[in-house]
C-alpha cells in the first residue's frame, strides 16, 4: 500500500488548518525550559499527569539551578504521580547540570546538543526544536505513528520511517504545525480504539475511514 496523492494530503493539511489554525503543545510552560523538563516528564505518561505535577513544581523549582538545588530526592516528591518518575527525575537533574556546565543554563537549539542531554531522544528533542525554537520537525508518537498510517500520509514501520515520510510528503508551508494537528487528531478524533470516523472532517479524505 502507497501513501496518498500530493493532491490528496494537500487537501487534508489545508482542512487541518482550517480547523485549527494556531495549533500547539498542551502542556503547560512558560520558558524553554519549562517545556524541556516537560516533555522529558510526558514520556509515557499523559500531557494531563504531567501538567497537574509541573503545576506543583514549577513554582517552586523552574531553573535548571533550582531543580539542581532540589536535588533527585526531593524532585521525586513533585513527579511521582508519573510514570517512571524515578529515573525521570535522575534523567532532569543530569540534564540540568549539563546545562549549567555546558550551555550557560540555556535550552541549546540543534539535535545533536540536546540529544546529548541524559534522557533525551529523538523524539523529544524534535518536540522542542518545534514548539521553542519554530524548526520544522516532526515528532512521531503512539498518535502521530497511528494517524500516519491511517491516512496513508506514510506507510512506515518504525518511528524515524515515518517522521521521514511525513517530512518528505506534507507541504512545506505545514510543516512548523503538522506534528501538532496529528497529535491532537490522534488523541482527540482519530484514537487508537473506537475512532470517531462518523464526525472525523477528514472522513471523506481518509482511506481507512469505517475501516478501522
Given at each position: 500500500m502507497t501513501v496518498l496523492e500530493q493532491q490528496q494530503i494537500h487537501r487534508i493539511f489545508?482542512?487541518?488548518s482550517s480547523q485549527n489554525p494556531h495549533p500547539t503543545t498542551e502542556l503547560q510552560y512558560q520558558s524553554n525550559y519549562e517545556l524541556l523538563v516537560a516533555v522529558m516528564l510526558s514520556a509515557q505518561a499523559t500531557d494531563v499527569s504531567v501538567n497537574k505535577a509541573t503545576?506543583?513544581?514549577f513554582p517552586v523549582a523552574n531553573t535548571?539551578?533550582?531543580i539542581v538545588a532540589l536535588g533527585v530526592e526531593t524532585l521525586k516528591t513533585y513527579i511521582k504521580s508519573i510514570g517512571l518518575y524515578h529515573t525521570k527525575a535522575?534523567?532532569?537533574?543530569?540534564m540540568s547540570a549539563?546545562?549549567?556546565a555546558q550551555h550557560q543554563g540555556q535550552v541549546p537549539n540543534t539535535r545533536e546538543a540536546l540529544e546529548a542531554l541524559p534522557g533525551v531522544?529523538?523524539?523529544t528533542a524534535n518536540v522542542v526544536l518545534n514548539t521553542a525554537f519554530g524548526q520544522a520537525t516532526m515528532a512521531v508518537d503512539t498518535h502521530i505513528f497511528r494517524v500516519a498510517n491511517?491516512?496513508?500520509l506514510s506507510r512506515g514501520k518504525t518511528p524515524l520511517a515515518v517522521?521521514?515520510?511525513l517530512l518528505k510528503h506534507i507541504p512545506k508551508e505545514y510543516h512548523q504545525d503538522a506534528h501538532h494537528w496529528l497529535i491532537l487528531h490522534g488523541r482527540y478524533i482519530c484514537t487508537a480504539r473506537k475512532p470517531k470516523c462518523q464526525t472525523c472532517f477528514l472522513a471523506d479524505l481518509c482511506p481507512s475511514a469505517g475501516l478501522v
Open positions: 489545508e482542512r487541518f503545576a506543583k513544581l535548571p539551578e533550582s535522575e534523567n532532569v537533574i543530569k549539563i546545562l549549567l531522544g529523538r523524539k491511517r491516512l496513508h517522521e521521514k515520510d
